[in-house]
């Protein structure tokens, strides 16, 4: 390793040889370098880290803070080898269980990092395989890199689970030595594949939330006034849980007719209420008027029957983004469209950023697509990108391609997947139907490969982490399209250019290699090329099917089977 620095953030070296001033008793940071914490036997000096669980960055945006140091590997960890790091480490035995122990660890980077407004740096990969308190000892990590790095981070990380923050003001102390990164060729160790930091989207743990049954008059829709404290109950609990998403369903007697229009009403006034008096939105729930078709008693006569008479609300484990989007659906579909409009102002809101220009390509909203509000809501996705990518402009250009490429292909299934489908209720639905017509799939290959090559004009291959993964992807998908092989021979080099920072997949560059070389009649390497025949795979000819999973394998690609 190179010489260590400190990434904005408060971190000592202890000098075991060194001797406090008789002025220096009384010094107020007394737990820095403690007499107590013998160094280790190889060296003099050790590095202590911290973790404050009570604090916040400078733009006060993340809880919690540590202390970080980084180093230069002494040489750069390429795609294809193996490695190894260790390193000694003291860890007191906390005052408080806050769990900031399991989040010490390591990352790597393929470049030197800046740690900007002192926030916590995050990952989710290499943690401490085990916990000692109040002993030095030794931790190691076995790992094989598919892209190429050379800078390591140590210190505490933020994860989806933690460490805990907000409690009460502790300094949390802990001490490293004897860092080793080493090349390891035992091929019997197992190895974590890794290329660079990517933690997932944060957690969501829903905990179990209490339903509710409210009984009715026959034949009437009015909210009897025993069941309001519970209703009341019931919107403190969603207040609590706002990200959590319900169905409720309206049920009748056999008595009368229009059962589902009751049923309907049914379930409409107790989201008024719901919405009214405790501003639950009603887009958190999916409606299910029933009638009279799931009574509780069949033939039911009397006490029996007014248990038939119900609204149920029973927490559902759909997301809420896809509830929100069904509902506005059903609004459009009503020819609702002002209130259509403000479902969907809510729902982007609550999705993701991927989700957005699906919806923009979804062939149900066309009437929607010609009220004057629709550039605002387009204007406003723009904007989300701003706020995403390093190259907005460039990052919404070839999402938006991205979606026309895929109209043929796998869009429908992306639009689809935008909602919640009950085939129960949603089979004969118009609402549910994705079809893409002739006049909108009708753009050629070889039209969005002309395309795609004045859009990127001098930027060679993007970055990932510029415009997204699923936009960068773009060139890629665009240009399997494509039997040119002076195209795929110009782009092949500067695709591993980019897979080798992790700016790209390395399927990506296995994929396009392959393919150049069954253009050419040639022996593919990765095995990536092959037909399906009565659902079984027939592989084009290969360099060597016994050492195809060892090529894979060094760029972190699963094995395959090969018949």
Known sequence: MEDWDNLNSITFICDCQYSKSSSEKDYRYASICPDEINVTDNDCTIMQLRYLSNCVDDNHETMGCASYVGANTTQELTVGKKYSLSFSIYIPQP???????????FMLYPDKIRRPARAMLQQETFYLPQIIYDSWYTVEWNFQPTCNLSYLVLGTFRGKKGPQVKTKFNEYNYFIDNVQLTEDKDENEEFII?????????????????????????SSSNIQQSSFPALDSLAKRLKENPFTAFLISGHTDTNGNNHIQLSKNR?????????????????????????????????????????????????????????????????????????????????????KLNDKMVMLHDPRLQNLKENNAWNNIVNRIKASYQKEYIKPNLAFTLDSLWAEDQKSRTLKYYVENLSVYLAEYDKDAASSEVVYSESEISDSDTGRINLLLEIIGNEGWVNMSEVGERAASTLFLILQHTSDLNLLNRYLPLLKEKCDIGEAKWIWYATMYDRIKVLQDLPQKYG????????????????????VNSVREKIGLEKIKID
């Open 267 to 351: 379930i409409a006034v107790v989201l008024e209420y719901l919405e009214n008096t405790h501003n639950i939105p009603a887009v958190r729930f999916i409606r299910l008027p029933e009638g009279d078709t799931k009574p509780i008693y069949e033939g039911a006569k009397n006490k029996q029957m007014k248990l038939n008479r119900r609204v149920e609300i029973l927490q559902s484990d759909y997301e809420i983004s896809d509830v929100i989007y069904r509902n506005f659906l059903q609004a459009l579909f009503s020819e609702k469209s002002e209130k259509a409009l403000k479902i969907l102002n809510i729902w982007l809101y609550q999705c």
């Open 95 to 105: 005052s408080a269980n806050i769990g900031f122990a399991e989040h010490i660890g």
């Open 528 to 547: 990536t090329q092959y037909t399906i025949k009565d659902g079984k795979k027939s592989f084009f000819p290969m360099e060597s099917k016994e050492n």
């Open 194 to 218: 890794f290329c660079k930091n990517s933690m997932a989207e944060k957690e969501n743990v829903i905990p179990e939330i209490e339903g509710l049954t409210l009984y009715f008059e026959s």
